[in-house]
């Protein structure tokens, strides 16, 4: 039961690098989101996908792109790393229906120096 | 605008003890309401959820929450706490965008458990 699954668990960037994280999902679910997760903040939205080439934007989508080609993937790019985006990188999938549960993958952080 | 509180950055309970974490939310609508747990190192867990009904929900692990549409509170319950129940808990309130499943966060209640 693989469930979500995020790549690499750990990275370090230099500011202006560029990286891409990757998620994948075996649950067959329609919706993907990317969340981070700053002390003290809780988890923001990022970007949210309804289904493979679908994708719109969150509560923090600056500096970030995405893209859903398949139905289990969605990779979430960084192109010029900055500081203000060391976090934690939370994927996660659900059901189409309003269920409102998300899986979770086991995050992804992320230093930016 | 809508929002998830959660009073209490750190909570420290002894093992054995109960244990009552506390959710006020802002919403325009009847909410569907969650508590998720995130152990260390791990992703989020869903706890429990509230979407109507009885508005007293039981959960996983022995967690049970209570829904007070006067209050505007979810707060999660325990009636005697384990060491193993040492995480970090999310109370978060949707959804939004028209069924997407989008969910807002409160920051979080790191619990510490005394042996």
């Known amino acids: 039961n693989a469930g979500v699954t995020q790549t690499p668990k750990f990275r370090i960037l230099k500011i202006g690098q560029s990286m891409t994280l990757q998620c994948a999902q075996d649950m067959n679910h329609n919706y993907m989101y990317w969340y981070r997760q700053d002390p003290g903040m809780g988890l923001k939205l990022i970007y949210y996908?309804?289904?493979?080439?679908?994708?719109d934007k969150g509560e923090v989508p600056n500096g970030y792109n995405v893209s859903r080609s398949t139905t289990e993937d969605f990779p979430l790019r960084l192109e010029l790393a900055a500081p203000s985006q060391t976090s934690v990188y939370f994927c996660?999938?659900?059901?189409?229906?309003?269920?409102?549960?998300?899986?979770f993958g086991e995050g992804s952080r992320l230093t930016v120096l | 605008a809508q929002s998830v509180t959660q009073p209490d950055i750190h909570i420290t309970v002894s093992e054995g003890a109960s244990l009552e974490l506390r959710c006020n939310y802002s919403y325009g609508a009847t909410p569907y309401l969650f508590w998720y747990v995130q152990s260390p190192g791990q992703g989020l867990q869903l706890l429990l959820k509230y979407f109507s009904g009885d508005t007293l929900v039981q959960g996983i692990k022995g967690f049970e929450a209570e829904f007070k549409r006067s209050q505007s509170s979810f707060n999660l319950r325990k009636p005697s706490v384990h060491w193993s129940d040492a995480a970090e808990y999310f109370c978060a309130v949707g959804p939004f965008g028209g069924g997407y499943n989008k969910l807002i966060f409160g920051a979080g209640t790191r619990l510490a458990v005394h042996p």
């Open positions: 996660a999938s659900s059901y189409s229906t309003s269920s409102g549960e998300l899986f």
């Open positions: 996908s309804v289904g493979a080439g679908i994708t």
